[in-house]
């Protein structure tokens, strides 16, 4: 079910015009949104880092890995969904990843800042895109799994947002996260990402049992690369006088991007056997709705 913004009727009509009011949110770029004053820009992101990400996530070994982590644990946790969100679809990478292996799932993908869509929109002209606040997300018990990939880590009020993921998912519904993880590893690349926190498990966990889900897996990721992350975040902190450039960690070498590709697959490959790390750059989580 959908929600109005102007009047909170629900509905079930596949435009967005609500049949009690008649209203209907305004289109930025084409696209339905739902909170038009942070559709240009705002904090806990820099919009224009849209057009450099479509342009390095394909080749990445990070973006690359996270996708088959994902896949993974769809496969294992919802392997008959109808139905996926994405909040903070970016550049829509992950959703073209699951349009892929779910070809006939309905996919929506939403993201705060609507430059960012026209990138998903062209990768995917079948999918639902919106442009939304995670933290007042217009869907009542509609999906059958909600993701939220490296997001809540941008957004103060993570809580809230976690709150609403469990109000839009269907009973039982399965929720998917990564976030970045451990505050020692905080660095001026996180500052110029716009991350509010890193997490540690105990809060990650804590937070999403307090919003009303019962976990299911939780495990560290770039685990095997946390060496090589430290050593590269404490040079980084050092560094005080040169000016840090958020994508640099993923502007790398061919052959570097290899190497640290087949480390990760390495890892993949004890992920998906049921090994469990305990110490990574980021966590996973996969939860399901009470009740």
Known sequence: MKICQKCAARYDNPTWACPDCGSAPPLINGFPSLAPALAQAGDGFNPEYFDQLAGLE?????????????????????????????IGCGTGFVLSNIAANYPSAELTGAEIFSTGLGHAARRLPNAQFIQMDAR????????????????????????????????????????????PQ???????????????RRYTAAELEGKVRGAGFEILDSGSFVSLLLPLMWLSRSMANRDSNTEHDA???????????????????????????GVRFPAGGSRFLVARKSG
């Not at 018990?141 to 809540?152: Q, R």
């Open 247 to 273: 994508m640099s960690e993923l502007r790398i070498g061919k052959l570097m991007n290899l190497s640290l590709k087949a480390m990760m697959s390495v890892e993949m490959v004890l992920t998906n056997i």
């Open 182 to 196: 451990h505050p020692a590893l905080w660095s001026k690349q996180d500052e110029k990402a716009c991350h509010v």
């Open 136 to 179: 007042n997300i217009p869907f009542d018990s509609h999906f059958d799994v909600l993701g939220a990939f490296d997001v809540i880590e941008h957004i103060n009020e993570d809580e809230a947002v976690l709150a609403q993921i469990n109000k839009a998912l269907k009973p039982g519904g399965i929720m998917l996260l990564t976030v």
């Open 58 to 86: 394909r080749g990445n070994f990070w973006f690359q890995s996270r996708n088959h982590l994902i896949l993974m644990l769809l496969r294992r946790h919802a392997p008959a969904l109808t139905s996926f969100m994405e």
